[in-house]
């Protein structure tokens, strides 16, 4: 596979990390002061749904929501607008609605405030507060080359799915969705290093996604893989001692880094059905891990939870 090339850094529209306002984002994001707010935002939410962003330069969560704000509204592709208003410079309006925490996001249609909400909030909660006041807005260029990425990793062709996910991350630096599949991709022809090269993109924030833990998971698997010995001489050292709970262990590990997935599961649910607790229920954990590694609506996650389940619940 050729090596996918991407650059680091905050992409046109994405704002800056301090907070400060936008340097991108063309006619759709812009400053507005006193004297501008009602052609800015009164007369411009006749036409289309305006948001207005105020905040500080002393705010922290300002810092955090500005990014964020800009780039789902970046790719809303016209649905809205943002309108961003330093209340330091300028108090008056602000004052005037009645804010009193930053930040601040208040909606404007047909020329007046609608909606809104406070905080710093994830950019799950922004864009389905842009499709509350504005409709579906469908997903943004990032978002498409993720599923196109996820399509083509789905039907073997790695090498091109991994461009997919290098351009998403390209438009989008910190697409989850779109680290996860790269680092996948990298995993499946044995770059470890570069996977987790890759996961490193993702900020310590992100830990508890479940598409980066699955792309952890699968580079913990692959690591465990790679430490394991023969295939066949494992499968024959459980022929020749069925109760050889460690050697079928092995096995299943090496089966699932083979790409064998049912029958590496099939492995450890026998470990289950022999001896639940073996190794503090060290088969069914080694499952759980597998589950994780593969995500929650991949078949053999579904196959394997049911395996498990006859097991257990028998």
């Known amino acids: 596979m050729n090596e996918p090339t991407f650059t680091m850094g905050n992409q046109p529209g994405m704002g800056s990390l301090d907070g400060a306002p936008a340097k991108g984002g063309g006619d759709l994001i812009k ?18 749904p305006v948001l207005v962003d105020f905040w500080a330069p002393w705010c922290g969560p300002c810092k955090q929501l500005g990014p964020v704000l800009e780039k789902v509204v970046t790719g809303a592709k016209g649905a809205v607008r943002l309108v961003k208003m330093n209340i330091d410079d300028h108090p008056q309006i602000p004052g005037q609605l009645g804010i009193q925490s930053i930040p601040a996001v208040i909606a404007f249609k047909d020329g007046q405030p609608v909606d809104g909400f406070m905080g710093a909030v994830p950019e799950s909660q922004i864009k389905e507060f842009i499709e509350r006041i504005a409709g579906p807005v469908g997903p943004s260029d990032g978002e498409a080359l993720v599923a196109q990425g996820d399509a083509l990793r789905e039907a073997g062709d790695v090498e091109s799915a991994a461009r997919a996910y290098a351009d998403a991350i390209k438009i989008e630096p910190d697409n989850l969705a779109g680290i996860a599949g790269l680092a996948h991709c990298y995993v499946s022809i044995g770059e470890l290093e570069r996977a987790r090269e890759v996961l490193a993109l993702a900020p310590e924030a992100a830990a508890g996604d479940a598409a980066i833990a ?13 430490q394991l010995g023969d295939l066949a001489e494992l499968a024959l050292t459980v022929e020749r001692n069925p109760a050889d709970h460690r050697a079928r262990f092995d096995l299943a590990l090496a089966l699932n880094g083979r790409g064998k997935r049912e029958e590496a599961v099939d492995e450890l649910v026998e470990i289950v059905r022999r001896d639940r607790n073996w190794n503090d229920e060290g088969a069914r954990k080694q499952l759980l891990q597998f589950f994780d590694a593969w995500g929650p609506t991949d078949e053999m996650t579904l196959y394997g939870r049911r395996r498990l389940s006859s097991v257990l619940f028998s």
């Open 31 to 48: 400053d507005t002061s006193t004297q501008t707010f009602a052609a800015d935002v009164i007369e411009e939410s006749r036409r289309q």
């Open 214 to 226: 699955s792309a952890r998971a699968a580079i913990d698997l692959a690591e465990q893989s790679s």
